[in-house]
């Protein structure tokens, strides 16, 4: 292509339009955001209710709040705020967690034993994020179920633990986002 045909005044035209076009398009697409992370814009602070737990084991609540503390905020852009001066509640309840064998050796090994090849914890949970202002749930997800797989080999129940607490948070983040 020679360079006076694109000094023409109709190339020159199209190139500034598509020129302002391309412009356009990244400046709306820098200015387009999650705002509030996947929350209304009235959403600033939320407190964090330790969640209920009908499980056996205890720790799941205090190791899945400190899980929520640290991801969530960052995650729906929002802080955390006291119970009284917060503008969403994130609440909820672990109904199971259970250690299960996926995969095993069919083979005994000399003692007798079967060897775990997989094993994995899953944790059911229910949860919802509510809205303290306008008196309304934002969110809600009932018998969600989070999965952490491990290798009984190398790692033990509390690694596939703390994977599915991972996940159950991912869950709550997934959950808020998709509803705006």
Do not use: H
Request: charged share 25%; proline share 5%; with cysteine.
């Amino acid at each position: 292509m020679s360079s006076s045909f694109l000094k023409t005044p109709g190339v020159r035209r199209a190139r500034n339009a598509a020129g302002a076009l391309l412009l356009l398009s990244l400046l709306a697409g820098c200015m387009y955001s999650f705002v509030g992370g996947g929350l209304p814009s009235s959403i600033r602070r939320v407190y964090i209710q330790p969640f209920d737990n009908e499980t056996p084991y205890q720790t799941l609540t205090s190791d899945l709040l400190r899980e929520m503390q640290e991801r969530l905020p960052g995650s729906l852009g929002v802080r955390l705020a006291s119970e009284q001066t917060a503008d969403a509640y994130v609440r909820g309840t672990i109904r199971s967690a259970e250690e299960q064998t996926t995969n095993f050796d069919p083979q005994p090994d000399p003692t007798g034993r079967i060897s775990r090849l997989e094993a994995r914890v899953q944790i059911s949970f229910d949860a919802e994020i509510y809205d303290v202002r306008n008196d309304q749930v934002l969110w809600r997800g009932n018998g969600i179920t989070a999965i952490g797989n491990f290798e009984p080999g190398r790692e033990d129940v509390d690694d596939g633990r703390r994977k599915a607490l991972e996940q159950v948070v991912q869950k709550l983040i997934e959950g808020a986002q998709s509803q705006w």
